[in-house]
């Protein structure tokens, strides 16, 4: 982990020379900190990561939900989702 100026952008060739996977760099402005730069393949996973953390609390939201209203048939399920 690089942490930066935002002004030593005005050279960013030096600054994205220190990004690869695993070593982001921070940016700051005004001495806190602001912006993040990652290499791509990290950035893409902490997406993954993300779209993974809502199926999965929205998956336990459906669990919770049956647990207390009780699940739905198959053939409700169709009928409710227009699927007949």
Same mark, same amino acid.
């Given at each position: 982990?690089?942490?930066?100026? *935002?002004?030593?952008? #005005?050279?960013?060739?030096? *600054?994205?020379?220190? *990004?690869? *996977?695993?070593?982001?760099?921070? /940016? ?13 393949? %990290? $950035?893409?996973?902490?997406? #993954?990561? #993300? $779209?993974?953390?809502? /199926?999965?609390? =929205?998956?336990?939201?459906?669990? %919770?939900?049956? %647990? ?6 198959? =053939? %409700? $399920?169709?009928? #409710?989702?227009?699927?007949?």
């Amino acid at each position: 982990m690089q942490i930066k100026p *935002v002004s030593d952008l #005005r050279n960013y060739k030096s *600054v994205l020379d220190d *990004v690869s *996977v695993g070593n982001p760099v921070y /940016l700051t402005k005004n001495g806190y900190g602001k912006y993040v730069v990652y290499d791509i393949e %990290e $950035a893409e996973e902490i997406e #993954r990561l #993300r $779209a993974m953390s809502q /199926l999965l609390f =929205e998956l336990q939201k459906g669990r %919770e939900s049956g %647990e207390k209203e009780g699940y739905l048939t198959l =053939e %409700e $399920a169709k009928e #409710r989702f227009g699927l007949k």
